[in-house]
């Protein structure tokens, strides 16, 4: 059984160094034919994750023809989901793992939601939980949640993508996986800023717990389970991202409490999807502060000290 993925950044690569140690060919899709051709002549991605070696079976290519597994993981940034599947209607009918953690901003969609529009035809899956591509790449244990509503396809998913690193639960909650590890980018620029404007360890506990609340409040409210919140896409990737220099959302939020320039050709999911929170958020009456003040924040209207003044100062409430 062989695998497909688009998108050869940090995560696409990773897995597909995964997927084929554990004895799958895998085909990774660049869009770039010069990014392909050195990757497929010198076994590494120089650019999105140096040092990783990929396994003979990994066979890298632009060409999208290549593409003719059933099965097709997409780990393109979420604001790029809708582009990417737009551009390639031969992959309408197949079984699209998203990769990717984020609600789009124009539409206030998760990648399910946004697989279902544009492809009604795919089987749509989410693969999401707390895993650093270079962790994964580098072969050290790491657990994900799988989601899809059609279990007998969950199953057969889960099979093809389980390695011996990769331990990988089924959930049959899309829903809940992707709000989880979308909102949990929010909080993680949230704990970077407090951390890099040296408010302290304590500062950042509350804003993870109090972040995990509003993740929980914001998903039940669509549909999600609490159990999914609280398992590895939801409270697992929250506490991963929030608290690791290795997250580009955490790092993003650290530079910009500490009045730092951030390199902007990095993907940073969260700042979009806390924008497009917000956005639905306000639709939908939902408290989400953490949130409001992440956009705050990413607007310049409010510096650290006083966006956490602000919800200090809330109205004495109830835990
Ligand atoms: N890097 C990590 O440790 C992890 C990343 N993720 C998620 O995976 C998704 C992708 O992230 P990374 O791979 O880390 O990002 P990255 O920045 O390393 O790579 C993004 C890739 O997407 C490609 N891409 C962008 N727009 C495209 C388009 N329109 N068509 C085709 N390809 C396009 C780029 O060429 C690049 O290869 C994100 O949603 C991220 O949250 C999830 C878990 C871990
Ligand atoms: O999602 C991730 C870890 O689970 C990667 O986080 P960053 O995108 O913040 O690097």
Redesign the pocket.
């Known amino acids: 059984m062989s695998i497909s993925i688009?998108?050869?950044?940090?995560?696409?690569?990773?897995l597909a160094i995964s997927i084929a140690n554990a004895g799958r060919d895998v085909t990774l899709w660049?869009?770039?034919n010069d990014?392909a051709e050195e990757m497929q002549r010198t076994r590494e991605n120089a650019?999105?994750?140096p040092g990783a070696t990929l396994p003979y079976n990994v066979t890298v290519t632009s060409e999208l023809s290549a593409i003719t597994d059933d099965t097709v993981l997409l780990?393109?940034?979420?604001q790029?989901l809708r582009?990417?599947l737009v551009?390639n209607p031969s992959l309408h009918n197949r079984t699209l793992v998203a990769?990717?953690?984020?609600i789009e901003l124009t539409s206030g969609k998760g990648p399910i939601e946004l697989i279902q529009e544009v492809a009604p035809a795919a089987t749509a899956a989410i693969l999401?939980?707390p895993?650093?591509?270079?962790?994964?790449a580098k072969g050290l244990p790491t657990a994900l949640t799988l989601a899809c509503a059609d279990a007998d396809r969950l199953r057969d998913l889960q099979n093809q993508l389980m390695a011996p690193n990769l331990r990988i639960y089924r959930s049959s909650d899309p829903v809940g996986a992707e709000l989880g590890?979308a909102l949990k980018?929010v909080m993680a620029i949230a704990c970077g800023a407090a951390m890099g404007a040296g408010l302290g360890e304590s500062a950042r506990a509350s804003l993870i717990t109090r972040g995990f609340a509003e993740m929980n409040r914001m998903a039940l409210a669509l549909g999600a389970r609490s159990d999914t919140l609280a398992g590895l896409s939801g409270f697992g990737d929250l506490i991963l991202t929030c608290t690791s220099t290795?997250s580009?959302n955490y790092s993003f939020g650290f530079a910009l409490g500490g009045g730092q320039d951030f390199d902007p050709s990095?993907?940073v999911?969260g700042a979009a999807t806390a924008r497009a929170t917000l956005n639905r958020a306000d639709a939908m009456k939902i408290d989400m502060p953490i949130t409001r003040m992440v956009v705050a924040l990413l607007d310049r209207k409010l510096d650290v000290r006083e966006a956490m003044a602000q919800l200090l100062a809330r109205p004495p409430k109830e835990e």
């Open positions: 688009l998108g050869s950044g940090a995560f696409g690569t990773s660049s869009r770039d990014a650019q999105r994750l780990a393109v940034p979420m790029q582009s990417v551009a990769c990717c953690k984020g999401t939980g895993s650093f591509a270079a962790d994964i590890g980018n290795q580009r990095v993907t999911e």
